[in-house]
């Protein structure tokens, strides 16, 4: 009698043990507060050791506000400072965002880094800097999103005296910024283990509604999203509309050194933008931005031309007339008649929509030391960069 009693008590607690299982396999994939540490923390309940660790990609989220997020554990976005926004992985793991600001270090994949009480408006003051560490060692690239970034204009001659943002470290050179670059990406090589250290200055005598919120994402050396060598900037897609750095359609308040009104680009830039060629497509057609008479001035008098020649073919230059801002193009046909254009330089206050079947798809941007008013005829006044469409043409 006593040996039955002990089986049936044993299979009782078999049951038990099962259901106890079961249970807390459940909680682990759908309790929001799936935490391990929290099955330790009931008092008076025994632990078996077969309650399993769950394990998840820590992939890109959708949070709660503007920002993506990174999923990972919740003790593990505390232990990065991050603020949790959201759920994921089936509700495993916490939707965390890391946002940094000055003078901080990072080596978490994406990572913000916002300006002092962003997006309140930032007086200014020492330079603010944020160093990138590779996550690991199969990262190439870091990705920059300018998520929103005001900064004050250059001088009118081109120059960032006032606000500037630098980055260095990496195996691509980037050129000095400012203005507003809101809705820029660049794409910056990691040079082996070094860091990327990105510093804005921003005078604090200067009263100006500054601000930022940058995203950076580390690619890795095999990702799809990994711009070319020699790519400052990249895009995809069928179609798209480029803009130089700081393009607006209003001018520049400040004046040149020569009195005159003053330029938004800014001087010695040299790079180069890239466009995925798409799956049956073959060649690529750019064009000036419509409505927007102001989309293709490079150089020239802007404030001395109508509308009759400001974004037309009148005020279109090409080839030797293009020696200090220009951008450059490949191989390229008007794309109204198919005959060669036998230039690849474009400047001036207007441009004829061009195609061209060179591979790979790539402008090259330009600009010159003095971007200002000089003894040239006619004079750069009141330049505004560029803002061009493409349009992937199937084979």
């Known amino acids: 009698m006593a040996s039955k009693t002990f089986w049936v008590f044993l299979g009782a607690l078999l049951v038990t043990v099962a259901a106890i299982s079961v249970h807390g396999d459940y909680e682990n994939e759908f309790d929001e507060e799936n935490e391990l540490e929290e099955y330790s923390e009931r008092k008076g309940k025994i632990l078996f050791p077969f309650v399993s660790i769950v394990r998840f990609a820590n992939t890109d989220c959708s949070s709660m506000n503007t920002m993506n997020g990174t999923c990972l554990a919740r003790r593990e976005c505390n232990n990065l400072n991050g603020t949790i926004t959201g759920i994921c992985a089936n509700r495993r793991g916490r939707c965390c965002i890391v946002s940094r600001t000055c003078g901080s270090t990072t080596n978490v994949n994406n990572t913000y880094f916002t300006s002092p009480g962003y997006p309140a408006a930032y007086a200014g003051g020492a ?27 250059p001088d009118g001659d081109g120059n960032c005296v006032t606000d500037a943002i630098t980055i260095t470290g990496g195996n691509t050179v980037v050129p000095v910024l400012c203005g507003d670059n809101t809705g820029q990406t660049l794409y910056v090589d990691f040079n082996g283990n070094n860091a990327i250290t990105i510093t804005v200055t921003a005078t604090l005598a ?6 930022w919120n940058i995203r950076l ?119 109204a008649t ?28 330009v600009t010159d030391a003095n971007e200002g008013a000089t003894a040239v005829s006619p004079p750069d006044v009141a330049n505004r960069g560029f803002s061009l469409t493409y349009t992937q043409i199937a084979c």
């Open 338 to 365: 198919g005959l060669p254009v036998g230039t690849d330089r474009f400047c001036g206050l207007g441009f004829v929509p061009v195609t061209t079947a060179s591979k790979p798809f790539v402008i090259y941007a």
């Open 217 to 335: 994402t580390q690619l890795g050396c095999d990702c799809p999203g990994i711009a070319p060598n020699g790519c400052l900037q990249y895009y995809t897609g069928t179609t798209g509309t480029i803009n130089s750095f700081n393009y607006g359609g209003a001018a520049n308040t400040l004046l040149s050194a020569s009195l005159v009104t003053g330029t938004r680009q800014m001087v010695n830039l040299n790079y180069g933008i890239c466009i995925r060629m798409e799956a049956g497509f073959c060649s690529i057609q750019y064009a000036q931005a419509a409505n927007d008479i102001y989309s293709f001035t490079l150089t020239g008098d802007v404030e001395g031309a109508d509308n009759t020649v400001l974004g037309t073919a009148l005020g279109a230059s090409n080839n030797g007339a293009c020696t200090t801002d220009f951008v450059v193009i490949p191989n390229p046909t008007v794309t």
């Open 206 to 211: 200067t009263t100006f509604a500054r601000r």
């Open 127 to 153: 330079a603010c800097t944020i160093t990138v560490n590779r996550c690991n060692t199969n990262v190439c690239q870091l990705r920059i999103d300018f998520l929103d970034l005001v900064l004050s204009q």
